[in-house]
């Protein structure tokens, strides 16, 4: 392995736990059928859902609206930003989020950014 591969290898792995491990952000990664593909624990507690629960799960589920235009959007501008509320543990729960096109071993994937307002 040369070093160049090296750091990039310790990057990765870097940004996935940071990403993991945030506080008080909630992280969502989904494909382009909207499937959640995978979560951290504070999506866990933002959504009052388990990590199980979230990836049986599609993209705006937790909306009345299936979080469109937002999520629509999102996919057709590749960033995104805004407000909504989502269906939480006790009731709605607002949010602001980001959203970013992104890639996964080279397929398309989308990574939701979400914490409380």
């Not at 590749?78 to 269906?87: N, Q």
Request: charged letters at 25%.
């Amino acid at each position: 392995m040369s070093a160049d591969s090296a750091e990039l290898l310790a990057q990765l792995a870097l940004l996935g736990e940071a990403a993991s491990n945030a506080k008080g952000v909630a992280v969502f990664v989904w494909d382009e059928d909207r499937n959640y593909v995978a979560v951290n624990e504070e999506a866990c507690r933002l959504t009052g859902r388990t990590r199980e629960e979230l990836l049986a799960m599609r993209t705006g589920d937790m909306t009345p609206d299936h979080a469109e235009p937002h999520f629509g959007d999102a996919v057709r501008q590749g960033f995104l930003h805004g407000v909504f509320s989502i269906d939480g543990p006790d009731g709605p729960v607002e949010i602001e989020w980001v959203t970013c096109a992104t890639t996964i071993a080279g397929l398309p994937y989308f990574v939701s950014a979400c914490w409380r307002r």
